[in-house]
Every structure is written in C-alpha cells, then in structure tokens.
C-alpha cells in the first residue's frame, strides 16, 4: 500500500512537473508578448529613453573632451602670465614678439595657447582694437598652400571667394594674403601647433616668409606662436628662421601626479554629479598618468573612459574597480593601432611569432624557428622574403615595441639565441585580427594549410 501510494505521488509530481515545464514559460511567454505589446503601442516609448533617464553619472560630458578649453588653468598661472605679457602689446597696436612653446604632450601648451587668444580677442573687443587669431594645427594642414589660405580666413570673410583652395601659385597666394591683410588692419597672432611638423613635411620656408611678412606690410601686423613637444626641432631650422621664429621662448614643465590631480579635481566638478565618482579615482588616474611624464591628457581620458564604461554598466558610483577596466580598453586600443599600422614585413614576422608554437619551454621560439614560418608565409602570400639577418632585425624591433619578448640565450659553444614569446595576451592577439584583414587572413589560410605542423613536426 505504502509503495502504491509513493508511486501515485511520484507520478502525480512527474506529471505536475511535465505540466509546469509546458506551463509556465508559456505564461511567462504570454505576459511577456502582452507587455511587450503594450510598450510598443505607447506613443513614448523610445530605444533611447532609458538611456536618456539613465545619465546618473555624468553632468556635463563636453568638459572632457579633449577640445575643450576650461575657464581656468590650474599650476599654469606663470606661463598664461608670461605668454599674456608677451602678447600685450597687441592691445596697444604694437606687434608682440612670435614666441616658441615647448613641453612634452599633456603639458596644456595647446589648451593655454587657445585660452589666451581667446582672452586677447575679447579684451580688445572691449578695448575696440583689432585683433584676429588663427589656430592651425600643422599635424593636419602642413602645406605653404594650406597655411597661407588658413591666416588668410582670418583676415577676410570673403578669402574663399577670391582664392581656391588650391591650384594657385604660392606667391600669388601669399601677394593677396598681404594685401587682404593691408587691407583689413589689426594684428593677427597665428598659432601653429605641433610646428614640428609642418617643418619635416615642408621644410622651414614657409616659416621664412611668414616672419618676414611684416616687413612687407603697411597697415597691419602678424605675430606668431610656434607649439612644439620636441626640443630639438630648432635644430632643423635656418639659423635666421631660428631667431625670428625664438624672439621669445618657453617651456611648460611636465605635471606631478598632485598637479595632475588638482586639475583632474576642476575638471570633474563640472563634469559629473555630485557624488558620482569615488575621490580615489581621481588620485589613481592622476598617479598613472604622472608615471607617464606627467600627460594631464592621459588622465582626463582615462576618467572619462572609467566613468563611460560605469555608465555603460549601470553604475551610479565610478570606482577604482573602473579606472582599471579603462586601462584594458586602452591598452587594447593601443595595441590594435600598434599592430594595424605596422609594415608588411614586421607583420608577417609577428603573424609567424604568431602562429609558432615554439618548441622551447613555454611555447618560446628560436629566430630559425620564426623565420621557417616568415618564409613560408612570404611564399604563399607573395611576399618579398628577406634574409634572416633582416627578420633578426625585425624581432628586435617588436621587442623594443613590446610586442613581443625576445631573450638571449647562450647555447655554449654553439654560441647564442633568442627564445622569443609574445609579450601580448591572446585576447588583444584576437582584437588586433579582428581589425586587420590581412594578418587575419594569413593566420587564418596557413593555420588551415596544415603547412605549419610538418615545419614544427620536422623541427621537434
Ligand atoms: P599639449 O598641447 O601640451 O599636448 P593640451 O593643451 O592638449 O596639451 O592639454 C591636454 C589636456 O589637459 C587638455 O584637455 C587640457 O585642457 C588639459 N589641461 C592641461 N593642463 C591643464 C591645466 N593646467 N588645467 C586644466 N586643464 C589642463
Ligand atoms: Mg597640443
């Protein structure tokens, strides 16, 4: 009886459970589509509405862009002061001296140098004097062409009118910048960022014309500040571009990782609500970002990354547990470029550190081994093949990357190695593929060739 009546539980509990299991998730299912239904039929109902609500952390995103130019300039109350006292004798009609700034990247020399045109040009608005400023940054226009047509924007509303954007010769170029110049009047203070570059591309002669432009010019001015993160760039200069271009110089000195911190303090007041980021945030990135020759640049995007992936996350509080996702996400970054625009021939090494599974302890490879794979690659891909002296080059050359490591190891008399591993992990391995279609592909074709393991099975 005991047994007939356990076996009618068991059964009725099986069938309940067969029931539930057809059951619930049909009802589920039900309420589920029924809602969905109903959302779908508010009128306010927007993939975006949650993500509008859900901005808990920041308050003002703009305030960490790396465009932006904040009202004051923490630890720079010496340079704004000099630069300022340089430039003051626009205000008066008079042509202020060009000036060179150097400092490393991250020092604010860009941030200040805009920040001060702004103030001159507001102050002599008020003061009803003339006052033009351009900004040009030579990283991106670094031809005579370019420069001349973007000062001579500055002068003159119509300049797009009166001169194509190319096609001119310069010295016509230059004749009606003169004149539109003349023209006009006033002072004109150009600042050409990463100056640097403009002089490696074009060479200093455009720089020759333009600080001798004053001397052709009756009723107007233009003075010039040169930004620089390399010293030595004068060193490439003629020695009477040198001194017009220096008549003043100075250079911002990289931040401590409390300066750093002071700004970062600035920043994130207008930037986030109150409460909204953990203070040890702020040290932690201020004291990375120290470690890499004080680069206040550095540190903003790694608070912004952070506080971007807390959101992203649903957080309300960003803590350190961020700052360090964020350094992943940068890093990967950082390595995906790296790899992405390396040459062909220092990828088709990596693609064979890559693919190797070195016979040596922990999977490390030989140069014989990494170059057996480089030529076989080279073969199939139609690659020039270079000599193995060449890729020993080339390996040494991703050490000093760090992309891989390469250690020397004598072998006695046989004389010496190198073990070589890769210094990345497998996973930024898959995040560089994933970006780069050639690398991809040749890993791909050779893994599946089946070529590989013979080479490797010969070696062993
Ligand atoms: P550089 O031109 O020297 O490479 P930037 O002027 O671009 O550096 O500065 C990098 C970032 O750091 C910018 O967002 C800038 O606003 C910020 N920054 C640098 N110095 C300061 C400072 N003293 N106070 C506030 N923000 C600063
Ligand atoms: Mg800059």
Not at 166 to 177: F, M, N, Q
Request: proline share 3%; charged share 25%.
């Amino acid at each position: 009886m005991e047994n007939l009546a356990l076996k009618t539980k068991k059964r009725l509990l099986g069938t309940l459970c067969i029931y539930s299991w057809f059951a619930i998730p049909k009802a589920l299912l039900m309420a589920g589509v029924l809602s969905m239904e109903k959302k779908q039929k508010s009128e306010k109902n927007n993939v975006f509405d949650m993500l509008v609500r859900e901005e808990r952390i920041f308050k003002n995103r703009e305030a960490l862009a790396s465009t932006y130019i904040p009202p004051e300039f923490p630890h720079r109350d010496n340079e704004i002061n000099d630069v300022a006292n340089i430039l003051k004798p626009a205000l008066y009609g008079a042509r202020p001296s060009n000036i060179l700034i150097y400092g490393q990247t991250g020092t604010g020399k860009t941030a200040v140098a805009k920040f001060i045109c702004n103030q001159i040009v507001s102050k002599a608005k008020t003061e009803g004097k003339k006052i033009h400023t351009a900004y040009i940054n030579c990283k991106q226009t670094n031809t005579p062409y370019g420069i001349l047509t973007n000062i001579g924007k500055t002068y003159s509303k119509d300049w797009e009118d009166k001169v194509p954007n190319a096609g001119w010769r310069i010295d016509k170029v230059y004749s009606v910048l003169k004149e539109k110049a003349d023209e006009n009047g006033g002072i004109a203070i150009v600042i050409l960022d990463e100056i640097d570059t403009l002089v490696s591309k074009s060479g200093d002669d455009i720089l020759y014309h333009l600080t001798g432009l004053n001397s052709d010019l009756n009723n107007s001015k233009i003075s010039l500040i040169g930004i620089s993160n390399d010293t030595r760039f004068t060193s490439w200069l003629d020695p009477r571009v040198k001194s017009r271009m220096g008549e003043e110089s100075l250079t911002f000195a990289p931040y401590n990782a409390l300066q750093i911190e002071n700004i970062l303090v600035q920043r994130a007041k207008m930037a986030f609500h109150e409460g909204a980021v953990d203070p040890l945030v702020l040290s932690y990135c201020s004291s990375r970002a120290a470690l890499e020759h004080g680069d206040a640049r550095k540190a903003l995007d790694l608070l912004r990354i952070s506080a971007e992936i807390a959101e992203r996350e649903g957080q309300e509080i960003v803590t350190v547990k961020y700052v360090s996702k964020a350094e992943n996400v940068m890093e990967h970054d950082l390595v995906r470029s790296l790899i992405s625009t390396l040459p062909l021939q220092p990828k088709v090494t990596l693609a064979s550190i890559i693919l190797n599974r070195g016979s040596k302890e922990n999977g490390q490879q030989t140069t014989g081994e990494v170059y057996n794979t480089y030529r076989l690659i080279c073969k199939r891909f139609n690659v020039e093949q270079l000599t193995q002296r060449r890729v020993g080059h080339i390996i040494s050359e991703l050490d000093m990357q760090g992309l891989i490591n390469a250690k020397v190891v004598s072998l006695g008399r046989q004389g010496r190695t190198r073990y070589i591993s890769l210094a990345i992990e497998q996973n930024q391995v898959d995040n560089a593929l994933d970006n780069d279609a050639f690398l991809s592909r040749v890993i791909k074709e050779i893994k599946m060739s089946g070529y590989l393991s013979s080479i490797q099975l010969r070696l062993i």
